[in-house]
């Protein structure tokens, strides 16, 4: 078994392999993941940008940002979810599993970031115990791949126009949770450069909704003759 999935208080692991969808047909199985996804998330965008920042030292700051971007995405924290057995331990409840729900990688990856938030907490709270253990995940994502899907990160792409011919201010993006089943939710996510909308976007998760709201405003500036 991965080190990630050996805890010392195993009702934290389970807290972080148990889905909404469980915790619904299940009303007496505590409490579900969310929590620890969102801590789970910020010390992985922490850990990653410090090993892009120590690995990278000839990079600047907008390669980093698309290198982190690579990183932690949607799809390749799904990878590492798969790489130390997250599949095979998931809580889900029957309909999400009946949707495929161990394949989905919306749910591998915010799984992985929910143990991520779990294995931090069951070791006081030591970020470099968690660094140790996800870095060799890092390594694991060959350059080539994550130097591949940087480069064409819609949101990354939108900041670097917005911030070489508008304003020195990142996009800001609204989201809001707009409906579907616990399983499968549906996010509409809108993308504004001073507080004008540039694009507009849906997806099965924000960071979906976001990316679509980005590639959007980038095909109306394109449209418009004012990206290349």
Not at 102 to 119: D, H, K, M, R, W
Not at 120 to 140: G, H, K, Q
Not at 162 to 180: D, F, I, S
Request: with cysteine; proline share 4%.
């Amino acid at each position: 078994m991965h080190k990630l999935l050996t805890f010392n208080n195993e009702k934290l692991l389970r807290q972080a392999l148990t889905h909404r969808s469980y915790v619904n047909e299940n009303p007496g199985e505590g409490e579900h993941n969310e929590r620890l996804e969102f801590l789970g998330d910020a010390i992985l965008n922490f850990i990653s940008g410090q090993y892009l920042y120590c690995r990278y030292p000839q990079k600047g700051e907008d390669e980093l940002t698309r290198l982190r971007s690579a990183l932690v995405e949607e799809k390749q924290l799904a990878k590492f979810a798969l790489e130390i057995g997250i599949e095979l331990r998931m809580r889900l409840g029957k309909g999400t599993i009946r949707d495929g729900g161990f394949q989905n990688p919306n749910l591998l990856s915010s799984t992985f970031e929910a143990v991520i938030g779990a294995y931090y907490l069951d070791n006081n709270c030591d970020v470099d115990t968690v660094r140790a253990i996800v870095e060799p995940l890092f390594d694991s994502a060959s350059k080539h791949i994550v130097e591949t899907r940087s480069n064409v990160d819609s949101k990354n792409q939108l900041q670097e126009w917005v911030q070489r011919e508008v304003t020195l201010n990142p996009p800001k993006y609204v989201t809001e949770h707009t409906g579907g089943p616990s399983h499968a939710p549906e996010f509409i996510a809108k993308v504004l450069i001073d507080g004008k909308e540039y694009g507009e976007g849906k997806g099965r998760s924000k960071k979906e909704a976001e990316k679509a709201a980005a590639e959007d405003a980038l095909a109306k500036l394109k449209k418009q003759g004012l990206l290349t």
